[in-house]
Structure formats: C-alpha cells, structure tokens
C-alpha cells in the first residue's frame, strides 16, 4: 500500500472518529452543563446526581444514533480495504 494512500485512509479515520463521537459528547454536555445548573441552584452537590443522568443520556444517544454510525463505519471499512464505498 502506498504511503498516500495509508496517510489519507489516516485522516478519514480521524475525521470519522469526531464525526461519529460527536452526537454522544453533545448529548453528554448538555446533559452534564444541565445538571450543573440545577446543582448550583439547589445546592446539591452530589456526585451520582450527575453522573446518573449522564450515563442515561449518553446510553440512549448510543441507542438512537447506532444504526447511523454503523453504517459510516462499515462504509469506512469497506473503502479502507478496497470494496468500494
């Protein structure tokens, strides 16, 4: 393989890697930036109440956005070893 071609499979690799975490580090934040606020007003500091919700979120965005990232993933797989995209 030559060496141009390894280096952009390369960074196809990374950009896929942003795009398909991107949905879940969103949903992570706003949930976790959401949570926070309603720490600060309340005045519960609690570990587990912002991590519970988190976890749940991120769980779910994992669930409702699977299907869409297999198929990048699976069409990135195919290009990288030649089948065509």
Do not use: N
């Not at 975490?21 to 959401?34: I, N």
């Not at 720490?39 to 699977?66: D, R």
């Amino acid at each position: 393989m030559e060496l141009s071609r390894l280096l952009e499979l390369a960074r196809e690799a990374l950009g896929l890697v942003l795009l398909v975490s991107a949905p879940v580090v969103a949903v992570a934040l706003a949930v976790g930036l959401l949570v926070g606020l309603l720490q600060a007003a309340t005045q519960i500091q609690e570990y587990s109440l912002s991590f519970v919700p988190k976890i749940l979120a991120v769980l779910a965005a994992l669930l409702l956005a699977a299907p869409w990232m297999g198929q990048l993933l699976l069409a990135y797989a195919r290009a990288a070893w030649g089948g065509g995209g």
